[in-house]
């Protein structure tokens, strides 16, 4: 499993980015797939997560109506539109491979190196 993160950047607030994680190693059609983020000092967070075939689609509270996860299977690429950036939104973003077992959701493979995201004036 290898996951490459890109698209951070540098953005004032009010900014747009959009990233992207590419997929190699494994079926990524067959697995959901979620965008955590780590901020200094903080756990890291979910973001976002979408289903494999992307008809499930769930956020944090902290950014519904701003961010959006979308996959493109025949890429082997999930992406994270966000918008209205702000300094709170500053973290290193991870994606991460999840596959079902019973009803509960566990990681599959590890985890990429993530991009970092940084919203200052």
């Known amino acids: 499993v290898q996951l490459v993160e890109s698209g951070g950047g540098l953005v004032q607030p009010g900014g747009s980015l959009r990233l992207s994680c590419a997929a190699s190693g494994f079926t990524f059609s067959r697995y959901a797939m979620s965008w955590y983020r780590q901020a200094p000092g903080k756990a890291r967070e979910l973001v976002a997560f979408?289903?494999?075939?992307?008809?499930?689609?769930n956020y944090a509270d902290s950014v519904k109506g701003r961010f959006t996860i979308s996959r493109d299977n025949a890429k082997n690429t999930v992406y994270l539109q966000m918008n209205s950036l702000n300094p709170e939104d500053t973290a290193r973003y991870y994606c991460v491979a999840l596959e079902l077992h019973g009803s509960d959701w566990s990681q599959f493979g590890s985890w990429g190196q993530g991009t970092q995201v940084t919203v200052s004036s």
């Open positions: 979408i289903t494999s075939t992307g008809g499930n689609i």
